[in-house]
Structure formats: C-alpha cells, structure tokens
C-alpha cells in the first residue's frame, strides 16, 4: 500500500510538472488601480494563486480547529468534574422488578 501511494504522489508531480512546463508563456497581470505587471510567467501566477489559496483555506481551517478545541477543552473539563462529583454522590441503585424486566404473559 505504501508503495501505491508513493507512485501515485510520483505521478501526480510529474503530471504537474508538465503542466508547468507547458504554461511558462508570459502573462500581463492587472490589478486594481491600473497598475499592471507585464511578462510574467503564467506558471508564477499560478503559483502565487494556489499558495494565497491555501493560506486562505489554512486560515479558514483553523480558526475551525481552534474553535473545536476549546469545545473539546471545555467538555473535558466539564466531564472531570463531573466525575469528581461522582463518588460524593451516593447512589443508590433501583431495585428491578421482575415483571417489568421480562413479561409473565405475551400481550
């Protein structure tokens, strides 16, 4: 299995490798304010694209996480001292009737 995944990470770059050898084709880019960079590689832009989206989609993803962690942080605490409080309690268990655990009669 683990050869299967290193073959398809190896497939997967060359795949993308070609792509970027394909697209070394310069580009003007425009932003806002009429400012504009001309002859820049396509493959730059491309890669300036995935970085700032996957910051962005890190970013979203972890304010995620970290909202799940103090839920987490909060439960467990929570749940220790809902054990702690467990011994102090008494319980006394609830003797079983027989009828109600198994009927006499069909119905």
Do not use: C, S
């Not at 932003?31 to 960079?37: D, E, L, R």
Request: aromatic share 8%; proline share 7%; glycine share 4%.
């Amino acid at each position: 299995m683990r050869y299967l995944v290193w073959i398809l990470r190896l497939v997967i770059f060359i795949i993308v490798l070609l792509f970027a050898l394909k697209n070394t084709a310069p580009v003007d880019v425009g932003f806002f304010g009429g400012h504009i960079v001309q002859q820049v590689p396509l493959i730059v832009v491309m890669l300036v694209a995935f970085v700032l989206g996957l910051a962005f989609g890190l970013l979203v993803a972890a304010t995620a996480m970290l909202k799940r962690r103090r839920e987490i942080n909060r439960l467990r605490r929570e749940l220790a001292r809902a054990q702690e409080a467990l011994p102090k309690a008494r319980v006394v268990p609830q003797p079983v009737i027989p009828e109600t655990a198994t009927p006499l009669a069909p119905l």
